[in-house]
């Protein structure tokens, strides 16, 4: 078994080229909650829906979010009346994130919602939530403490920060079935995903760490260069006092990782490191990088 570390849009496009060359009962995925917010009556676990869209068949990968096709008329009622709603929100993605706000409140756990979820979507990878309790990433701006959604979706990142926080501040414990996932990979893969936002949150789960340090782990980078592929990775691992690129990426790993992996077109020297092409502009590219990861680590 093959267990990922995983964000909502880098390593994402990893497992669609995983998919190509392992079964999917062989894929476990550790999915970021850091960004989870409850929205609208709603619970929205951002990177753990991405992940089992993808698996399900239904992901959106235009946009890495949401459901392909969906429509969007209780947002388009819903801004009349709530003219603050800055996430547009499908309809069916907006009735699982109903559903999971509605189990979590009787009392299931996250791992227990999304594994009914997967199990509703006919998703046969492990899918699992990194934490069962909330550990949520805050960013301090000059408009105050905000939520990662707010700064991302709502200011779409054109603001600056000074801080990255996380409520509560004491880190949580990862779930016993992460610890699980870990001690039975042949090899863990940290995917090209958000250090400071998808990638810490996972290892900042008590336990996590540990487990990884037996491990044979894998990381790839999600910058080329100095900018990331998307996102606000860059301002995000400035304000963390790490250099935005690929050796900046690899000192916040640390010696968890035992190879590293950098794009085919990045300048910056990584000593051991090795250089593929990662920029999963298709399927194929994505399953190509797999093949040649497991070439490595199998
Ligand atoms: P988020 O939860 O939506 O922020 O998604 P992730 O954390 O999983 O992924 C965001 C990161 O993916 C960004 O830092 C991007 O640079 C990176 N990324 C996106 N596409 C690619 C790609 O094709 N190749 C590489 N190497 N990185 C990518």
Request: glycine letters at 8%; charged letters at 20%; a negative charge.
């Amino acid at each position: 078994m093959i267990t990922f570390l995983s964000g909502g849009t880098g390593t994402p496009k990893l497992l669609q080229g995983a998919r190509h060359v392992l079964s999917d009962s062989d894929i476990s995925v550790i999915v970021n909650t850091g960004e989870d917010i409850w929205y609208q009556g709603g619970h929205i676990s951002p990177d753990v829906d991405t992940v089992m869209y993808l698996f399900a068949g239904l992901l959106n990968t235009e946009t890495w979010w949401g459901v392909r096709g969906d429509s969007f008329v209780t947002h388009e009622i819903i801004s009349r009346l709530l003219p603050d709603s800055f996430m547009a929100i499908g309809d069916q993605d907006r009735a699982v994130h109903i559903i999971r706000g509605e189990w979590l409140k009787q009392g299931m756990t996250l791992t227990t919602v999304t594994r009914r979820l997967c199990t509703h979507f006919g998703v046969s990878a492990t899918i699992l939530p990194m934490a069962d309790t909330p550990w949520t990433t805050y960013v301090q701006t000059a408009k105050g403490k905000i939520h990662f959604q707010e700064y991302w979706v709502r200011y779409r990142g054109n603001t600056e920060i000074s801080a990255v926080m996380h409520v509560p501040t004491e880190e949580q414990p990862a779930t016993p079935d992460v610890i699980h996932a870990i001690r039975m990979a042949d090899a863990v893969i940290i995917g090209p995903s958000n250090p400071v936002t998808s990638i810490l949150p996972i290892l900042s789960c008590t336990g996590v760490r540990e487990e990884l340090a037996r491990k044979n782990v894998i990381a790839i980078s999600p910058f080329i260069g100095d900018r990331p592929v998307s996102g606000p990775a860059a301002q995000l691992m400035k304000t963390m006092g790490y250099q935005a690129d690929s050796s900046g990426v690899r000192a916040l790993y640390g010696d968890l990782v035992d190879l590293f992996i950098q794009d085919i077109r990045d300048t910056v020297a990584i000593a051991g490191a090795i250089q593929l092409d990662t920029l999963m502009n298709s399927p194929k590219i994505a399953s190509d990088l797999m093949r040649e990861i497991l070439t490595r680590v199998l």
